[in-house]
């Protein structure tokens, strides 16, 4: 697990902590959502996850490591995988099975593991049979899933990822969204960074932060059931649940929670 105590971080010269006593664990197989606007500490707070940054107060434990222990830095980066926003950032083969060889490399790994762990991170990504694809010949979506494979081949316990879909089209975007549902599936810690409530609608929980603080923590229902308060904390509720409030305010019988567009359409077609 890994566990936020209080934690906090200062950047040199900075008048105000980035990130400001915050509180939260990142569970095997769970999702954690983080949301909140620009400046809110989000980026700060998943680089203090896996000791890019050490915290200025608090505590951040990896499986009871502790990020500040020097001694525990490649151990604690080999457990958490980290995705940033722009894939070509962290892409470093000329190759994709080069690319997501590269950290097994690093570690030591037998060349024979290292081939069973790049294809099957490759297909569990959705790029099988991509092994000696070019990167500047994938699509934005398939680089952030390289990125990701890349991750996997460590054999992490856990993924932090910052803002993943925010460069990508549609197509990207949902083919990341699938590929960070499959690894929660089969038992990885997920910590998703991202401006887009919708995708992350089936989260475990969500944290919302505001100049560093921690300002809603809860589950996705318990966060769309008052827009008024969702969007005094700079969240934007996706345009179907909005209707549904509205729906609902008139009268309109409709599942609990938040119900997808074909729920909104079937109560509608009677009317």
């Known amino acids: 697990m ?16 980035a990130v400001d006593g915050v509180s ?3 569970e095997p197989g769970r999702l954690l959502a983080l949301l909140g606007a620009n400046g809110s500490g989000k980026s700060t707070l998943a680089r203090l996850g896996n000791a890019l940054l050490v915290p200025s107060t608090g505590t951040v434990l990896v499986d009871g490591m502790d990020t500040r222990d020097e001694d525990a830095v490649w151990d604690i980066r080999s457990r958490v995988g980290f995705i940033q926003q722009n894939p070509e950032n962290q892409i470093v083969g000329t190759i994709a099975e080069e690319d997501v060889a590269f950290g097994p490399e690093n570690l030591g790994v037998a060349a024979h593991e290292i081939r069973i762990r ?6 569990a990504v959705g ?9 500047h010949m994938l699509s934005g979506g398939q680089k952030q899933r390289l990125a990701i494979a890349g991750a996997l081949a460590m054999r992490p316990s856990y993924l932090i990822a910052d803002e993943p879909t925010a460069m990508l089209d549609p197509v990207g975007r949902a083919d990341v969204l699938r590929s960070l549902r499959h690894l929660r599936s089969v038992g990885v810690g997920v910590m998703h960074i991202t401006h887009h409530l919708e995708d992350v609608l089936d989260a475990d929980r969500i944290i919302v932060l505001s100049l560093g603080r921690t300002v809603f923590d809860g589950t996705p229902a318990e966060l ?6 969702a969007l005094s904390m700079g969240i934007e509720l996706p345009a179907e649940i909005l209707l549904a409030h509205e729906l609902r305010r008139h009268g309109v019988r409709l599942p609990d929670g938040h119900p997808a567009p074909e729920d909104l359409v079937e109560a509608l077609w009677p009317l």
């Open 24 to 26: 939260v664990e990142v």
């Open 224 to 229: 769309v059931v008052d827009p008024g308060r």
């Open 118 to 123: 790049v294809d099957e991170a490759l297909e």
């Open 127 to 135: 790029l099988a049979g991509f092994q000696r694809r070019e990167p």
């Open 2 to 17: 890994i566990v936020f105590e209080q934690a906090g971080f200062v950047y040199p010269g900075a008048s105000a902590p």
